[in-house]
């Protein structure tokens, strides 16, 4: 098997992340002879700038035959004037390309590194062995909902975006979730707003559901969102997989990304399906959580790590190599433990010492 990458660095710091991270991944895949077909192209204002589009037809056209994309980021406040024709998904490369492939169900995996546990805000012995997977919906709800506008015909303009679930949105983003809590510590809490949202009571309902029926031996709790993000931040050890909706997802993937010590530490990896046994032969998305930071940009002191463990998450998701998933995650660990960090976790190695580093520490493991 040739495993075929679409890299789009993005805006921002995104090129850069995506740089190291490619360094790594064409170094674990020769360690394992597993051949590399790889890819690169512009996406979100570097495309605009290049070809007057955030995304170009060809790109989505790639982005269907390839096995995993490995993205950076998209954002450039020097274009946030521009409005362009159409829905949410027009606007927005990247929101473009999580429609067109479907990748609806977004793994965000935050870790306590014990390297960092002094480098959070919170204390070590809060937070020490976390390891929590935050599973957000993302291609529904109000962020993509063609239901949107403002109307100003009144005396007061009236901005709204719907806020909707279909049943078949929520079951299939379940069974992802539950089919990942499996291959964990076989425990999820859904979080939602059913005590006010009527699409938060059909979430619950839905979730319960196929919970009870279809994955009778993972452990199912239920939190309203704001309770969540209050426990979240009181004892985020306790929690293993969270599943929530776009918008929850959004913000306690960013909260949770404290426990790590920075946004710049956080992967996440994007299915339109997962296998039983945790599989995905769909194109999916790798990317880190953070954006593209137009205030580090060109500096060469970006996080590399959320972008490197996301590669550690395209070996074992698209490409099956848990083993191979592990060492990368080893080396980072490794590299973070020998002292190496860039500014936004204490230290002043720029990008590429740290990616150095993990590479020396991989081929070490
Ligand atoms: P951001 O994630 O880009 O930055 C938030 C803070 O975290 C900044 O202080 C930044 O310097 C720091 N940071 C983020 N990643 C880092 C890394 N790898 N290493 C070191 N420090 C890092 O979020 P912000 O500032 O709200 O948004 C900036 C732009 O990014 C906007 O245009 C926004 O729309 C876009 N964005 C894009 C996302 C994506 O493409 N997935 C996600 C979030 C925001
Ligand atoms: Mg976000």
Excluded at 185 to 199: E, G, H
Aim: aromatic residues 8%; hydrophobic residues 40%.
């Amino acid at each position: 098997m040739t495993l075929k990458v679409l890299a789009l660095g993005g805006d921002g710091i995104g090129p850069e992340v995506v740089g190291a991270a490619l360094q790594v991944l064409e170094v674990a895949s020769k360690s394992i002879g597993l051949p590399l077909d790889i890819s690169e192209d512009a996406l979100g204002w570097t495309a605009w700038e290049r070809y007057g589009t955030v995304i170009r037809p060809e790109t989505l056209s790639k982005a269907h035959a390839c096995d995993a994309l490995l993205v950076g980021a998209v954002g450039d406040p020097k274009w946030d004037h521009i409005v362009i024709e159409g829905g949410p998904e027009d606007q927005d490369g990247l929101m473009k390309l999580r429609h067109e492939l479907q990748v609806f169900a977004c793994l965000r995996w935050a870790r306590a590194h014990a390297a960092l546990l002094e480098h959070t805000s919170f204390k070590p012995e809060v937070i020490i062995n976390t390891d929590l997977i935050v599973i957000r919906e993302l291609c529904g709800g109000a962020m993509f909902s063609p239901t949107r506008g403002i109307d100003e015909s009144g005396q007061s303009r009236r901005a709204y975006d719907l806020n909707e679930y279909t049943e078949a949105e929520i079951e299939r983003f379940a069974r992802v979730g539950f089919e990942v809590a499996r291959r964990r510590r076989k425990r999820v809490l859904s979080v939602d707003k059913s005590n006010v949202f009527i699409a938060g009571k059909l979430w619950r309902e839905v979730v319960d559901r196929i919970g009870k029926r279809e994955f009778p031996d993972v452990e199912l709790t239920h939190f309203f969102a704001d309770n969540a993000a209050y426990q979240l931040s009181c004892r985020p050890a306790d929690f293993d997989v969270i599943l929530a909706d776009n918008l929850f997802g959004d913000i306690l993937s960013d909260q949770s990304a404290a426990v790590s010590g920075s946004l710049g530490m956080l992967p996440s990896a994007c299915f339109s399906h997962l296998q039983e046994g945790g599989r995905s032969e769909r194109p999916a998305i790798y990317e880190p959580v953070h954006g593209s930071a137009p205030d580090i940009v060109g500096q060469g002191i970006a996080n590399p790590c959320g972008t490197i463990l996301s590669v550690a998450m395209l070996f074992e998701y698209s490409a099956g190599e848990i083993d191979c998933a592990r060492k990368i995650e080893g080396a980072v660990d490794a590299a973070l433990n020998s002292g190496f960090a860039t500014p936004d976790i204490g230290g002043d190695h720029t990008t590429q010492q740290i990616t150095d580093e993990v590479i020396r520490q991989f081929s070490r493991l």
